[in-house]
């Protein structure tokens, strides 16, 4: 059975492994080795402990397992994750994560919500209701451009 649940201190390895699997499996085939290897070699963000800190990380699990996740930075309404293990793709979880960023975003009463989505990751985004705004270059704090997408989905106004 699906769990789901705010994430914590104590899943952030199980987070970070989980990105870099499935990193490795499912943007393998939008960028080339070198760029998979680097991105992949880097430690977590800083800002990750913090991200998940402030509540806006929620997980996915399964037989005690974590199976997926996302992120929202609270903040700003920047969707800063959304990871599904490779062999639990193709079943929703990561839309239902997703869904949940909304409302959490909804309930904050933020305007939008933005990312910058990985060549792989923009028709899942788009389904979801994300516009391409740019294509761009993200910064990686590796030290490398990783092709990207801006995509932002605006919220409703509360009335």
Sequence with gaps: MLLRRTATSA????????????????????????????????????ALPLLVQAGGALVAEED?????????????????AVFVEPTHQGRGIAL?????????????????????ASLNAVPFYERAGFRSVR???YPHRSGIGIRSVFMEMPLPRPS
Excluded at 97 to 116: D, G, H, K, N
């Design 135 to 137: 294509e761009e270059v």
């Design 11 to 46: 899943d952030l390895v199980d987070l970070w492994d989980l990105r870099t699997r499935a990193v490795r499996a499912t943007c393998a085939a939008h960028y080339p080795p070198d760029v998979i290897d680097t991105w992949c070699a880097s430690a977590a963000p800083t």
């Design 96 to 116: 239902d994560l997703l869904r949940r960023l909304e409302a959490m975003a909804c309930a904050r009463r933020l305007p939008r919500m933005f990312l910058s």
């Design 64 to 80: 005690g397992r974590v199976v997926g996740y996302a992120i929202l930075n609270t903040g700003t309404g920047e969707v800063d």
